[in-house]
T-cell receptor, first 115, second 112 residues
């Protein structure tokens, strides 16, 4: 069974601080996605990384896919209260041969940014 | 604006009841998914469907069944609800690999 381990599971920081969330596996993934979920809503896609070593930036968020495509990180610079939410990484297994889009999700990281 | 809607935001049922959760998407997506979300466990796949009348078991299908009679609609059925099925249920759809999964707002189900 392929697993994605996220750390930390919970993070509470002050506005303006930097943080990094990690998503690790012993398995190789074809691609990895990061979602953010706000209370009372479903997850919303932030980014998809496909190539080993790829770095993508979305304003103050930087996403990196490991060279071996087994891990990924999300770095937030100068966190804002609006960044508060649950962050989920999700991978598409290389073993998936169909085009069903089936994802394997990490446990999630709950981020609280205090003003 | 693309949309995935779920029939109820909150639902309270009694042990042993048959429960229907419905999901509708307006994006003509081939693939639809049902997940349950529990604290510290992330999203766990219950069932998914890659075409009308086609379905495959996910990681935790026990106690659940699904129905997809029309492309836009995917139903999750709890044949005999139990208290350990109290959870947040999320429906999602997508049209293929590498593509964004669009989620509904979720149904918080409580089984008493």
């Amino acid at each position: 069974t392929q697993l994605l381990e996220q750390s930390p599971q919970f993070l509470s920081i002050q506005e303006g601080e930097n943080l990094t969330v990690y998503c690790n596996s012993s398995s190789v993934f074809s691609s990895l996605q990061w979602y953010r979920q706000e209370p009372g809503e479903g997850p919303v896609l932030l980014v998809t990384v496909v190539t080993g070593g790829e770095v993508k930036k979305l304003k103050r968020l930087t996403f990196q896919f490991g060279d071996a495509r087994k891990d990924s990180s999300l770095h937030i610079t100068a966190a804002q209260p609006g960044d508060t939410g649950l962050y989920l990484c999700a991978g598409i297994s290389r073993a998936t041969s169909s085009n069903t889009g089936k994802l394997i999700f990490g446990q999630g990281t709950t981020l609280q940014v205090k003003p | 604006d693309v949309k995935v809607t779920q029939s109820s935001r909150y639902l309270v049922k009694r042990t042993g009841e048959k429960v229907f959760l419905e999901c509708v998407q307006d994006m003509d997506h081939e693939n639809m998914f049902w997940y349950r979300q529990d604290p510290g466990l992330g999203l766990r796949l219950i069932y998914f469907s890659y075409d009308v009348k086609m379905k495959e078991k996910g990681d935790i299908p026990e106690g659940y069944s699904v129905s997809r009679e029309k492309k836009e609609r995917f139903s999750l059925i709890l044949e005999s609800a139990s208290t350990n099925q109290t959870s947040m249920y999320l429906c999602a759809s997508t049209w293929g690999v590498l593509n964004e999964q669009f989620f509904g707002p979720g149904t918080r189900l409580t089984v008493l």
